[in-house]
Nanobody
């Protein structure tokens, strides 16, 4: 099973930026996808963004389109989520996820431990 470790969360003012990183232990197949879910208190888990192993397929939730950008560095087995123009409603625990296949993710693969993102108004 792939081990995922997130970093980069924190507290930021509305309008600010954060970059999340997700380092994977090993991807043994070229056919995988990785991305981010988030869950705010009292709300359902939401897939935020996803990127395929080739980088040719990406997915963004409507709520983050134009503000978030996902990218990957396959040499480092790392996926990044650049979050700009953050809003208080982006406050959530962000989880990295990876699985065999493409985007969007099913959520039935490997998960990281989560990193808190808090956007103050």
């Amino acid at each position: 099973e792939v081990q995922l470790v997130e970093s980069g969360g924190g507290l930021v003012q509305a309008g600010g930026s954060l970059r999340l990183s997700c380092a994977a232990s090993l991807f043994t197949s070229a056919y995988y996808a990785a991305g981010w879910f988030r869950q705010a208190p009292g709300k359902e888990r939401e897939e935020v963004s996803c990127i395929s192993s080739s980088g040719s397929v990406t997915y963004y939730a409507d709520s983050v389109k134009g503000r978030f950008t996902i990218s990957s560095d396959n040499a480092k087995n790392t996926v990044y989520l650049q979050m700009n123009s953050l809003k208080p409603e982006d406050t959530a625990v962000y989880y990295c996820a990876a699985e065999w296949g493409s985007c969007p993710l099913s959520g039935f693969g490997s998960w990281g431990q989560g990193t808190q993102v808090t956007v103050a108004s």
